[in-house]
């Protein structure tokens, strides 16, 4: 049986990447490409989460993972403060 709320989040989040890559089509600047590629990260990284709550929750194989809580897990195994400390001192000077 298809989870019918799954399958909308699914199709909701497709829109939005549809609404931000045409609403990205419409501005030229320096950044484009960049923001291009840090959306279509973001949405790898939120479809990730999805897979694994879905996964966890449809087998019950584990609690389903908050979206903050698996940022913050992410953000501690790249060791995203020390990479964050050394760009601000670098943007500093």
Known sequence: M????ALGIIIGFIMLLAFFF????KLHTVTYGSARWLLIGLGVL???WGIYNYMGYRFQL???LSLDTYINALAEKLN??????SLNKILKI
Not at 2 to 5: F, H
């Open 80 to 85: 995203l403060k020390d990479w964050l400390d």
């Open 2 to 5: 298809i989870n019918l709320q």
């Open 46 to 48: 939120v479809l990730a």
């Open 22 to 25: 045409k609403f990205m089509n």
């Open 62 to 64: 584990w609690e389903p």
